[in-house]
């Protein structure tokens, strides 16, 4: 696959970032606070989609790992949850006002929905040229 150092570091570092977010929401070092009308609700509703971008991230890096072909759809899949997170938090903060506040809480937000974007992309599209340089050969 190509760029598969780099998705095996994006699939590994999204995963285990993902997961240390969710410990610390559950263990109460990390406090969801209701920024806006039902944000907590909201936040706390991504639990289980979350469980699948870090199933799927741990699988991309593991299949990478092991230069399985199934890497392609692991990448696939975990870019594709990764830009839709994303368009829907940065539509979200954009509907409730949160994508104008600038405390250091939405800055993290928002580098949290910048990052699922653009990796997001970048796993796709890395995905997408290792499909069309191998249907060349």
Do not use: C, H
């Not at 970048?122 to 050969?137: F, P, Q």
């Amino acid at each position: 696959m190509k760029g598969s150092r780099a998705v095996a570091v994006l699939g590994a570092l999204t995963g285990a970032g993902i997961l240390l977010q969710w410990v610390l929401v559950w263990t109460g070092a990390f406090p969801v606070v209701e920024s806006t009308p039902g944000f907590r609700d909201y936040f706390l509703s991504f639990a289980a989609a979350d469980m699948w971008l870090v199933f799927a991230a741990l699988l991309t890096a593991l299949l990478v790992l092991k230069a399985d072909k199934r890497a392609v759809l692991a990448s696939v899949a975990l870019g594709s949850a990764m830009l839709f997170f994303g368009l829907y938090a940065l539509l979200y903060d954009f509907n409730t006002g949160l994508l104008f506040k600038m405390s250091a809480d939405e800055l993290f937000g928002k580098g949290v929905t910048l990052y699922n974007i653009v990796v997001g992309l970048v796993l796709m599209g890395l995905a997408w040229r290792s499909i069309d340089s191998a249907s060349a050969v």
